[in-house]
């Protein structure tokens, strides 16, 4: 089994839906990271948190918001989806010492 | 805002030649610094880390980081068709990475 699991892995919506991205991982990791990928500008950071009560905003947190429900478990949502959050996302993990980074497969999100 | 920028793509290397990637950084304050591969449609897998000025091998794979120049590469050598993929570079400071937005290397049988 995957070590950082996503659901779901595709989701089509329309403009102003709530929706809610799921990351799970069984590494054990105190940190975990939500990224958002466009072609042609790589990896975003959109949050992250260090543990179960910590959540820090990166670079493009507008229009996101996340849930972090136990050490295994980082959610993101969009509350009201709009056409330019379409993209490929991202979770990570890492340990204590912050090293590297494992990812998740990742969720292509379209919202029309 | 933290500049990643890697040497624009594709690249395109012929089967067992040297594929030379390069990657500057503005953030002065990065400490370590990662090479990504990912395959399309995938997601990132470490390749390569770097913490010290000077050179890194791993296999067929070298990194070189020049602090003092703000600069990181990675040299594939003997390039094979599997190594087709984009390269991300990321640096990272307190714990986070700030990606480049890759360079895809094309490797021709």
């Known amino acids: 089994d995957a070590d950082v699991t996503q659901t779901p892995r595709n989701r089509i919506t329309k403009t102003g839906k709530r929706i809610m991205l799921e990351c799970s991982q069984t590494k054990g990791h105190d940190r975990m990271y939500w990224y958002r990928q466009d072609p042609g500008l790589g990896l975003r950071l959109i949050y992250y948190?260090?543990?179960?009560?910590?959540?820090n905003k990166g670079e493009i947190s507008d229009g996101y918001s996340v849930s972090r429900q136990a050490q295994a478990k980082f959610s993101l949502s969009l509350e009201s989806a709009i056409p330019n959050q379409t993209a490929l996302y991202f979770c990570a993990t890492s340990d204590r010492l912050g090293d590297t980074q494992y990812f998740g497969p990742g969720t292509r999100l379209t919202v029309l | 805002q933290k500049e990643v920028e890697q040497n624009s793509g594709p690249l395109s290397v012929p089967e067992g030649a040297i594929a030379s990637l390069n990657c500057t950084y503005s953030d002065r304050g990065s400490q370590s610094f990662f090479w990504y591969r990912q395959y399309s449609g995938k997601s990132p897998e470490l390749i390569m880390s770097?913490?010290?000025?000077g050179d890194k091998e791993d296999g067929r794979f070298t990194a070189q980081l020049n602090k003092a120049s703000q600069y990181v590469s990675l040299l594939i050598r003997d390039s094979q068709p599997s190594d087709s993929a984009t390269y991300l570079c990321a640096p990272q400071n307190d714990y986070k990475l700030s990606f480049g937005a890759g360079t895809t290397v094309t490797v021709r049988a």
């Open positions: 770097i913490y010290s000025n």
């Open positions: 948190s260090f543990d179960v009560k910590d959540i």
